[in-house]
């Protein structure tokens, strides 16, 4: 397994494995060390043979608030150019250990899940999320564009209407509607997490893990090529928007906004 990450809390439950995004101070927030963090982590796990489920899921009330900005602003030493190779090497790998992923992955979204957080959570194979949590991403909010394989995905699981919405115009989704669109597989209490929920992934660690890979082999067979473009398309689409004076504006008027609440 690789070292322990700053940021993420590994847990291993007989053949279960929990990796909880665990950032609370930024409200589950992830920067560029979590990023290889995640990815190593996911890659660990469908090397070991101990581990036939991935669980996924934030501490505290949320499940993330995704990219952690402030940390990618900081650090001036560095130009934007090579802030932005640092970056997208960072996405690139860890949306890729996604939909790579050769075992049974769930997420668990225990509460909102903002920006990277929720594309790469549609990459999970199942999904379960607490009843008042919501998907949101403010793309164009801040000027910037798609990202976790999220224009391939989105428009597939839900159709290229509310797909638009949620990319283009910052739509949030809620728990109800994520539902309603077959986004997630079931809502649950937050407090059923641990009593109802938790028993059950338990069980799925019992399933055979060959014909867990079979079957996700076979489901994936038609896509893996599709995601892959679209990863490399949105990250060289994201290094440009970032580059340019509408998305700077954006964000910094977002992190006024923020600094004030």
Known sequence: MPSKPAHLLIEQFGTVRRITINNKRKKNAINLAAYGDLADQLNAADRDDGVHVVVLTGAGDFYSSGNDISALMANPEQSVEQKMKRSNDHLLRMVRAFYTFGKLLIGVINGPAIGIS?????????????????????FTALGLCAEGCSSFTFPRLMG?????EMLLLNHRMTAPEALRFNVVAELYKQEEFETKLWPRI??????PIGSIRASKQLMARFEQDDLEEANKREVE?????????????????????????
């Open 237 to 261: 689409a994201l290094s440009k928007r970032w580059q340019t004076d509408e998305a700077m504006n954006a964000i910094i008027n977002f992190m006024s906004r923020k600094s004030k609440m």
């Open 118 to 138: 929720a594309t790469t959570a549609m990459l999970c194979d199942v999904l379960y999320m607490e009843e008042r949590a919501y998907f949101y991403t403010p």
């Open 202 to 207: 338990l069980r799925y660690g019992e399933l």
């Open 160 to 164: 290229r209407s509310k797909a638009a």
